[in-house]
């Protein structure tokens, strides 16, 4: 079964304008982190934010945000006020708990976003 | 901090020849990863090194692939006899490797283009 599901494969956004991409999980366990990573078209994968299953704030990291609802299992990026350098992949990944054998971290298929001058 | 270097950017061989990766984690990284990513997909673990014990190997490693980390540094991923299944972009990350993986934070390189004629 599918961990990770990003539902938009692509997405254009207006300079300037707030965008969200969207991310839900599957786990049961109850101890679980989800990320956020971006891919320029270099290549690098570069971790934008975290969140924690235990933590009662989302969590924000400059213009990045995540809207964390455990309920619905969903953690969505929020960029707010994009810039052209946002355009790029953007992939949500989960790692569960902390027991040997899941140390691998699971990603989703990825949202690309073009900020539109 | 340099980064995590991964060389070469490209390789371009021929079905059943065999290649070498290399990859340099961050220095004072113990945790060191492999991952596999193709085209509109995310990443994909294939293994992973807690310092020079390969601790979890996914069964998409088959036994045409083998991954080193001799003395907890440095690490290559080599395929023998590749395929044109193989193509792929291999990444490497890395992580400081205290405590907790839940919310371990993992730096990627640029990763290793392969293309398989």
């Known amino acids: 079964a599918q961990k990770i599901t990003q539902t938009q494969p692509g997405m254009f956004v207006q300079e300037k304008e707030a965008v969200t991409l969207d991310c839900t999980y599957d786990?049961?366990?109850?101890?679980?982190?989800l990320f956020w990573y971006k891919q320029p078209s270099s290549g690098e994968m570069i971790f934008l934010i975290y969140?924690?299953?235990?933590?009662?704030q989302n969590a924000t990291e400059g213009r990045y945000s995540l809207n964390f609802q455990k309920a619905r299992k969903s953690a969505n990026l929020v960029i707010s006020a994009s810039q052209l350098g946002d355009s790029a992949m953007y992939f949500c990944?989960?790692?569960?708990?902390?027991?040997?054998?899941?140390?691998?971290?699971?990603f989703g298929t990825g949202t690309r976003l073009t900020i539109i001058p | 901090d340099t980064g995590v270097s991964q060389n070469p950017r490209h390789k371009i061989t021929k079905r059943g020849q065999n290649v070498t990766f290399r990859c340099d984690p961050i220095?004072?990284?113990?945790?060191l990863y492999w991952y596999r990513q193709t085209l509109g997909q995310g990443p994909e673990f294939l293994t992973y090194?807690?310092?020079?014990?390969?601790?979890?190997k996914s069964r998409l490693l088959s036994d045409r692939f083998s991954a080193e980390r001799p003395k907890g540094s440095f690490s290559t991923l080599e395929i023998q006899r590749t395929e044109q299944g193989d193509s792929a972009m291999y990444l490497c990350?890395?992580?400081?490797?205290?405590?907790?993986?839940?919310?371990?934070?993992?730096?990627f390189g640029s990763g290793t283009q392969l293309s398989v004629l």
């Open positions: 990350a890395s992580s400081l490797g205290q405590g907790s993986f839940t919310n371990e934070k993992l730096f």
């Open positions: 786990t049961s366990d109850p101890s679980y982190g």
């Open positions: 969140q924690g299953s235990y933590d009662q």
């Open positions: 990944a989960m790692r569960e708990g902390a027991v040997i054998g899941n140390e691998k971290l699971t």
């Open positions: 220095s004072e990284h113990n945790r």
């Open positions: 090194f807690q310092n020079e014990a390969q601790l979890e």
